[in-house]
């Protein structure tokens, strides 16, 4: 099965940016809709954004619509997250998920089977 680990988290000022990856082995990530989810303080896991096996389609959550890219290279078998103009309430535990592939792409954590550990992201004001 896929064994998911995110990098690049880290601390920075409100208008910064991050890029966080998430390095697949095992089966290549073609097969699989991959997504970002986040959990913050106080708060409820949400989704972020999820990118079809194909690459064909995208979702975004409203929060991070025009600020953040979902992208997914295949040869490197790694997921990112451009993350631009942070703000303080995008302070996150971020994690990287992998399901089969479907028509269908969803961003509810529960149809999630495989997950990375996590990557800690700090914005401050």
């Known amino acids: 099965q896929v064994h998911l680990v995110e990098s690049g988290g880290g601390s920075v000022q409100a208008g910064g940016s991050l890029n966080v990856s998430c390095a697949a082995s095992?089966?290549?990530?073609?097969?699989?809709?991959m997504a970002w989810f986040r959990r913050g303080p106080g708060k409820e896991r949400e989704g972020v954004a999820t990118?079809?096996?194909?690459?064909?389609?995208?979702i975004y959550s409203d929060s991070v619509e025009g600020r953040f890219t979902i992208s997914k290279d295949n040869a490197k078998n790694t997921l990112y997250l451009q993350m631009n103009n942070l703000q303080p309430e995008d302070t996150a535990m971020y994690y990287c998920?992998?399901?089969?592939?479907?028509?269908?792409?969803?961003?509810?954590?529960?149809?999630?089977?495989?997950w990375g550990q996590g990557t800690q992201v700090t914005v401050s004001s």
């Open positions: 095992g089966y290549t990530i073609t097969e699989y809709e």
């Open positions: 998920a992998a399901k089969r592939g479907t028509v269908f792409l969803s961003l509810v954590p529960e149809q999630y089977n495989t």
């Open positions: 990118i079809a096996h194909d690459n064909s389609r995208t």
